[in-house]
């Protein structure tokens, strides 16, 4: 018996090392599989509701007006949905590599295997309503959910750029304004008389809208483009031709 051999089994009787079983050995390897699905569905969510905010935050009017790109970034992309994305990404890179022969993988095959599988779940998951459904679910249960994830509180809550959003308080019908109460609870006096009003914004009290336009005063604001806050999409805003 070589020395090494010696060494070792010195070491087992010492420590009193016993073998795994069979059992132990795939209740291990199981959960580790369990745990790379989740963080794929994990992913899956987030990467879906990253699509569906983009979607639904008009970001093509927003480009148009930021001609800094990180500042584009910093405020109408997700982030607090991106990280947990990329978060779910490595924890399902570290299982999958953890289990029974994901160590004969290279990393990049690893990692790209969950980022397609991440882009494309999330991608059926959003196309088929999902990420709606799971966004609204948290905007109802998770207080502070919305300000903190959802990018149009950014974007929406600029009026000195030209960008306002906020609850219908009151309207006045004879010098066709209105008073939104924004999203920070600032009261703004909204002239709108010459605006374009999307087919699906509701001009009523208690509805809340996105105006595009310029900040006339303090609290006075000329509305040139008039939007549902909830609209889906630019086509969904424009109007028919």
Known sequence: MGEISKKVLT??????????????????????????????????IGFSIVLFMLERTDISTFVSSVNSPFKLILISIPLLWVFLTVLSL??????????????????????????????????????????????TLFEKNLPYYTQIADSRYAVWNRPEEGFLAGNIERIEEGDQSMLVISLDDE????LYSDARIRPLANIEVG?????????????????????????????????PK
């Not at 073998?19 to 959960?31: A, C, D, I, Q, T």
């Not at 599989?33 to 994990?42: E, H, P, V, Y």
């Not at 999958?96 to 599988?117: A, D, H, P």
């Not at 009261?187 to 909204?190: I, K, L, N, S």
């Open 11 to 44: 070491k087992i009787k010492r420590e009193e090392i016993k073998p795994l079983s069979r059992l132990s050995f795939l209740l291990k390897n199981s959960s580790l599989w369990a745990l790379f699905g989740i963080s794929i569905i994990f992913g899956s």
């Open 90 to 135: 490595i924890l399902g890179y570290i299982n999958f590599r953890n289990t029974q022969r994901g160590y004969r993988f290279e990393f990049i095959k690893v990692f790209l295997l969950n980022i397609l599988s991440v882009i494309l779940l999330g991608s059926f998951l959003h196309l088929v309503g999902g990420s709606f459904f799971l966004n």
């Open 187 to 190: 009261e703004y006096t909204v």
């Open 207 to 239: 509805e809340i809208i996105k105006v595009r336009g310029k900040l006339l005063g303090e609290n006075s604001f000329e509305a040139f483009d008039i939007m549902p806050w909830d609209g889906r999409g630019r086509h969904m805003q424009e109007i």
